[in-house]
């Protein structure tokens, strides 16, 4: 295999050659000062960069400005080496492409382990995402008339229900009859969701005060990331780097795993929910005015569930993107799903039926979801 090239940019023409030596897949060029470089930068593209920082008169912020348009930093290890006695600020520059930094003097065996453990991480990064099986969702002519036909349908002959729905709310608590919401649907399109007023008035403000009774969410006080301002690299650790400092690995990626989770809020037992509100929402009758959204194009009978902003923020991932293909719905694939009395469907399972519903849509599929929905409304998990 052809070695890779790099570049040692400063004075330290031993250390240079005892790099050179100890990286057998690296071609180490030397150059004494950093001016000397421009083309072989621009030509090159080399792979690793060793630099001292008396080479470019210390001025290091306004040289690794130069080298981000001459190379691409996501592919280049670039190893800073300065003098002890040296006060700068130097934190910032592994905010800005520097991989790690030395002090004088330099041992030369430890810099050519972490090179290695570099190159190695690198070689393991995909550069080019894989693409996803494209999809793009046009309602069929059938489901749209379907949709219409039942929503028209059902409005009309339920209009004794909403009326008498409407005042039993009226009576119970002040504030409107209904409810609308922003909610997201096909291809993140936003638009007004409607419920009967299920709450009490501005309930919505409470839910930062509910956040514990999120049955997604962790039982232990939510911990911000420890981080460390120290940015020594530390061997055998697996360590990330920020501007705020170096944080071990696997404590980031339980955060992003927790955020993740609680990306479904459902509260068990709500005691915002008024004695009107739990029965309308336990046999799904808050959400008839939502025939309003389907006569309107904004859902369908059968789609997956509209969810509010802050929870399609977080679902822009590759993983759960393609939910958001099919249509919003009055229920779907994940609501209707046999589930035992006291079990709970976690959120990746919501989000796995979500898109194994946009992927294989059919008419019939509808009708028996439509089916299923008749027995699964009197359930103890409100859906």
């Known amino acids: 295999m052809e070695p890779k090239i790099g570049a040692y940019i400063g004075n330290n023409e031993e250390l240079s050659t005892s790099l050179n030596n100890g990286i057998a897949w690296l071609d180490l060029h030397f150059f004494p000062n950093s001016t000397e470089n421009i083309d072989f930068f621009i030509s090159k593209k080399p792979a690793v960069i060793f630099l001292e920082t008396d080479s470019c008169s210390f001025n290091v912020d306004s040289y690794l400005e130069w080298l981000s348009a001459a190379i691409d930093p996501l592919e280049t290890i670039i190893i800073l080496f300065k003098d002890v ?125 509910m956040k514990a009774m999120n049955q997604y969410a962790k039982k232990e006080e939510d911990q911000e990331l420890a981080y460390n301002p120290d940015f020594t690299y530390t061997e055998n650790e697996q360590t990330l780097f920020d501007d705020k400092g170096k944080v071990a690995e696997a404590d980031y990626l339980k955060k992003q795993q927790e955020e993740t989770e609680v990306s479904f809020v459902k509260v068990k037992d709500d005691p915002r929910i008024t004695k009107v509100g739990r029965f309308i929402r336990n046999s799904s009758i808050d959400e008839l005015p939502q025939l309003v959204n389907v006569l309107k194009g904004d859902m369908s009978i059968v789609g997956n569930r509209p969810i509010p902003l802050y929870e399609a923020e977080l679902l822009t991932t590759d993983d759960w993107i393609q939910r958001f293909i099919a249509p919003a719905g009055l229920t779907g694939l994940w609501q209707v799903e046999k589930r035992a009395q006291s079990t709970e469907m976690s959120p990746e399972e919501r989000k796995m039926l979500d898109n194994e519903y946009a992927r294989n849509y059919t008419f019939w599929k509808d009708i028996r979801i439509i089916i299923r929905t008749f027995r699964a409304v009197f359930q103890s998990e409100s859906v």
């Open 85 to 209: 006695n040296d006060q700068c600020d130097y934190k910032l520059l592994l905010t800005k492409g520097i991989n790690d930094i030395y002090n004088s003097p330099v041992k030369a065996n430890e810099v050519i382990e972490r090179v290695n453990i570099l190159n190695e991480y690198i070689k393991k990064q995909d550069p080019v995402p894989l693409a996803l099986e494209s999809f793009e969702y046009k309602i069929p002519v059938i489901k749209r008339l379907f949709d219409i036909l039942v929503a028209g349908t059902a409005l009309l002959l339920l209009s004794p229900v909403l009326l008498m729905v409407s005042l039993l709310i009226k009576l119970e608590s002040r504030g409107p009859v209904f409810y609308a919401s922003k909610r997201v649907g096909t291809g993140y399109k936003i638009f007004d969701f409607y419920k009967f007023r299920s709450m009490d008035v501005n309930a919505d403000k409470k839910i930062k005060e």
